[in-house]
């Protein structure tokens, strides 16, 4: 997809959906036994000494240990202090292993960022800059070159009833935004990514997925006439029309979101109940430790189409669930899956996605409002050029998405602050629920490796662009937040009294 309306389409389709690593979203697991055993074995456990976990292969709290000393926390290195004396204690002279080296994982995750992932990420970078004004342009193109009014002029031949009329020129007006943005689409969405060996589709796999999403943006705004319900209220209220239509966005954000995993998403991808039993139980195991409803936890095929890690939640109400990507099942190693699924009930538990809704139909009030303030005083001064003279004829949908990609991009800094905060918060949740604090930063490391990910980038690209921390400070922080130890109360998991 590309150009304004994809694009907008796009971020109304992403609502109600919280990825829990980077770029999509992420869901729930299982970890009852995980998380029981675990922290049963540390309890009974001498401080400092290295926990042996069923599922590790090497020890984690020497790891962890290693990091805290690197960042300089005292506490840190007492607690290494104590651990090197409980190792040489356990070696059995009449066999000795040599304990494997410390890792290093902030070391790593700059290690990991090489040459080719430094491209990589910079040049996605520079195209997340562009693409809001390479959807301006293809906009303003459309408007001035006179083929808004043309294609308009056509619609109206072909009917006399506004529905129709907005269903053809949204038709017409999607293929020329889909030609248009096409040199972007292809290189973003397909030749960068087969370029770097992330994309495993072919081309004709990645132009069915566009075509996809062509189709789905005509159906949910076209056939479902949500265009034609907002060109009805600006007739009608020609200066108050953005208040009933910002009315009208929370119940589409809400059909949107419970229908999204159960409709959109099976048109890309399969979406089955998880396959490895085992996983499932310590998924469930977790899920039950951690009060969180585990019902729904799926893994997609996503290998068809990438070798990148991610997880998400989304849905509503009866649709919601944990999805996992086979590539971070297959990828990572399961203390790191739990890890990551008890990021995504951390979403869950904290109520992200409802606060996300929430938040963005209020914010729909402010857009909307925007928008109808500068799209009249645009057209009294730009309407005679493009032949269009009022807001209500169809011919100024690519104004209003001009308008709504503009405004998006002022807003996008706000949205990915607060973006960034629930992703803390979900990270905290899912040391606090896991206490695995290695596997949390194992998790985050190889994200970042195999997604080619900048872990340090700068401040103003994360204030700009990134909605989830970078990865170095999750590393760090996965590795340093552990309350329990200090005698804190945990900040947002708090055991339920009764186990279900
Ligand atoms: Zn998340």
């Known amino acids: 997809m590309s150009g304004a309306t994809l694009v907008v389409a796009r971020r109304i389709a992403a609502l109600g959906t919280a990825v829990i690593l980077m770029g999509p979203a992420p869901a729930l697991a299982q970890g009852a036994t995980l998380a029981r055993d675990s922290l049963a074995a540390r309890a009974a456990s001498a401080p400092g000494r290295p926990v042996a976990a069923p599922d590790t292969l090497a020890p984690r709290l020497p790891v962890v240990r290693r990091d805290a000393l690197a960042a300089g926390d005292a506490e840190g290195i007492a607690a290494a202090d ?14 000795p292993v040599p304990a494997p080296p410390p890792r290093d994982y902030v070391a790593e995750a700059r290690a990991n960022f090489t040459a080719e992932n430094r491209s990589y990420a910079g040049t996605r970078t520079a195209l997340g800059f562009v693409e809001p004004f390479y959807a301006l342009v293809v906009a303003l193109l459309i408007l001035f070159s006179g083929l808004a009014a043309k294609l308009r002029d056509l619609a109206c031949r072909l009917s006399r009833r506004l529905y129709f009329q907005v269903l053809v020129f949204l038709t017409l007006y999607t293929v020329v935004d ?10 973003q969405g397909y030749a960068l990514e087969r370029q770097y060996g992330l994309s495993t589709q072919s081309f004709a796999a990645w132009l069915g997925d566009e075509g996809k999403g062509v189709g789905v943006t005509l159906i949910v705004y076209g056939l479902v006439p949500v265009l034609w319900l907002i060109y009805r209220a600006i007739a009608r209220w020609p200066r108050g029309w953005w208040f009933p239509v910002a009315l009208g966005t929370l119940p589409l954000i809400l059909a949107g979101a419970l229908i999204q995993p159960l409709v959109i998403d099976p048109l890309y991808n399969r979406f089955t109940p998880l396959h490895d039993q085992h996983l499932k139980g310590r998924i469930l195991e977790l899920a039950a430790w951690g009060d969180v409803p585990a019902r729904n936890v799926y893994e997609v095929d996503k290998s068809e189409q990438t070798v990148k890690y991610n997880a998400y939640v989304n849905g509503f109400g009866a649709s919601q669930r944990i999805v996992l990507w086979d590539t971070t099942l297959r990828g990572m190693r399961e203390d790191e899956i739990l890890f990551v699924v008890g990021h995504e009930m951390g979403h869950y538990r904290l109520g992200h996605i409802w606060r996300g809704i929430v938040l963005y139909s209020l914010g729909s009030f402010l857009l909307f409002f925007l928008i109808s303030r500068f799209a009249g005083g645009t057209l009294r001064r730009f309407g005679s050029h493009w032949d269009i003279r009022e807001l209500k004829d169809v011919a100024s949908m690519p104004l209003l998405a001009a308008m709504l990609s503009l405004f998006s991009l002022v807003g996008q800094p706000v949205i990915n602050a607060y973006s960034r905060r629930v992703e803390h918060e979900a990270d905290a949740f899912a040391v606090e629920l896991t206490r695995d604090n290695d596997a949390g930063a194992r998790a985050f490391l190889k994200l970042g490796s195999q997604n080619r990910d900048d872990p340090e980038p700068s401040r103003f690209v994360t204030f700009y662009q990134y909605s989830h921390p970078p990865l170095m400070e999750r590393i760090r922080f996965a590795l340093a937040y552990r309350p329990w130890e200090q005698g804190k109360p945990n900040r947002y998991f708090h055991r339920p009294t009764a186990r279900r």
């Open 82 to 95: 104590s651990l090197a004396g409980g190792e040489a204690m356990a070696i059995n002279p009449a066999a």
């Open 178 to 187: 889909f030609v248009l943005g096409f040199p972007f689409a292809w290189y």
